[in-house]
């Protein structure tokens, strides 16, 4: 089972660059999440999906983009890449029928460096 | 108020010890309360969670520990092997709107001594 795939694993931009991360999830899940995780600091919430074509702001949006057209595919977009932007980033996703119990799976990560 | 305060940072504990770690929130709409494990160069992965209406869970040597009143809930390893050395981190979900949302403490990096 390949779960929460996320491309790609590690990458380097310089300043200003943009870039898309990518994560697609084969579990039939509603909900898509992408977290940014700095040391010390936890995971922080940039975006989420409830469904195809319904994405909301987390805790740390800006800066980012995303767009979710398919049930599978929740791509994030740097457009203009800054050194605060360093970060491993993950995604997530998750079945949610409205109830508390309901447990997330995680891709494996990108680290990404800005230069 | 969407934070968990997680305690502490970091803990090295001996073999065969006991590894305790805290958290506490403010925001009296969370309504479950996970806890996720990660391994370096692996995203985090849900080892057990508990509902605010029980005041402890647990399976094998992982229990959580939830105290409604005082808004704090904290993880304990049982018999702590080398193999438990990761990061954990507490979480809390709630639902706003439509949507429910997953938050997450800042994480403790266990370290366990052979």
């Known amino acids: 089972n390949a779960g929460v795939t996320q491309t790609p694993k590690f990458r380097i931009l310089k300043i200003g660059q943009s870039m898309t991360l990518q994560c697609a999830q084969d579990?039939?899940?509603?909900?898509m999440y992408w977290y940014r995780q700095d040391p010390g600091m936890g995971l922080k919430l940039i975006y989420y999906?409830?469904?195809?074509?319904?994405?909301d702001k987390g805790e740390v949006p800006n800066g980012y983009n995303v767009s979710r057209s398919t049930t599978e595919d929740f791509p994030l977009r740097l457009e203009l890449a800054a050194p605060s932007q360093t970060s491993v980033y993950f995604c997530?996703?998750?079945?949610?029928?409205?109830?508390?119990?309901?447990?997330?799976?995680f891709g494996q990560g990108t680290r990404l460096t800005v230069v | 108020q969407q934070q968990v305060k997680q305690s502490p940072q970091s803990l090295i504990v001996q073999k065969g010890g006991i590894s305790i770690i805290n958290c506490a929130y403010e925001n009296t709409a969370f309504d479950y309360f996970p806890w996720y494990q990660q391994f370096p160069g692996k995203g985090p992965a849900l080892l057990i969670a508990i509902r605010p209406d029980v005041s402890e869970k647990k399976e094998g040597r992982f229990t959580i520990s939830f105290n409604k009143s005082a808004k704090q809930f904290s993880l304990h390893i049982m018999d702590s092997q080398p193999g438990d050395s990761a990061t954990y981190f507490c979480a809390a979900t709630f639902s706003s709107g439509s949507a429910r949302q997953l938050t997450f403490g800042s994480g403790t990096q266990l370290t366990v001594l052979p």
């Open positions: 579990m039939n899940h509603n909900y």
């Open positions: 997530a996703s998750s079945y949610s029928t409205g109830q508390p119990n309901t447990e997330a799976f």
């Open positions: 999906s409830v469904g195809a074509g319904i994405t």
